[in-house]
């Protein structure tokens, strides 16, 4: 049973910074892209960003305006997403997802979602 679970998130100042981190267990970590999504109140789920397996970046979108970059660390089944110059906009949950093959599928075909954590900037 594949499982994907998010750490980091918090509430923090308009300005400051966060790293999120998303672990797995079911699945070939090193062989499989990841991505990270996230979902405001009121909006739809928005893709951020994947990275392959490789460490090759797909930008899903460029709302974060380059202040966040995605990561991986295969010997540690990690991949994470900095954030900087955080702003109340970035406020929302903040899913990891893996996909089912080495490289970034489009960001409708992940089948692998963790429960998301919460990211709150205030101004």
């Known amino acids: 049973q594949v499982q994907v679970m998010e750490s980091g998130g918090g509430s923090v100042q308009a300005g400051e910074s966060l790293k999120l981190s998303c672990t797995t267990s079911?699945?070939?970590?090193?062989?499989?892209?990841m991505a990270w999504f996230r979902q405001a109140p009121g909006k739809e789920r928005e893709g951020l960003q994947c990275?392959?397996?490789?460490?090759?970046?797909?930008h899903y979108s460029h709302h974060d305006q380059g202040r966040f970059t995605i990561s991986r660390d295969n010997a540690k089944n990690t991949v994470h997403l900095q954030m900087k110059n955080l702003a109340p906009g970035d406020s929302a949950i903040y899913y990891c997802?893996?996909?089912?093959?080495?490289?970034?599928?489009?960001?409708?075909?992940?089948?692998?979602w963790g429960r998301g954590t919460q990211v709150t900037v205030s101004s």
């Open positions: 997802a893996a996909g089912d093959s080495y490289f970034c599928p489009a960001p409708s075909a992940f089948n692998y």
């Open positions: 990275i392959s397996w490789n460490g090759g970046i797909d």
């Open positions: 079911g699945l070939t970590f090193a062989h499989t892209a």
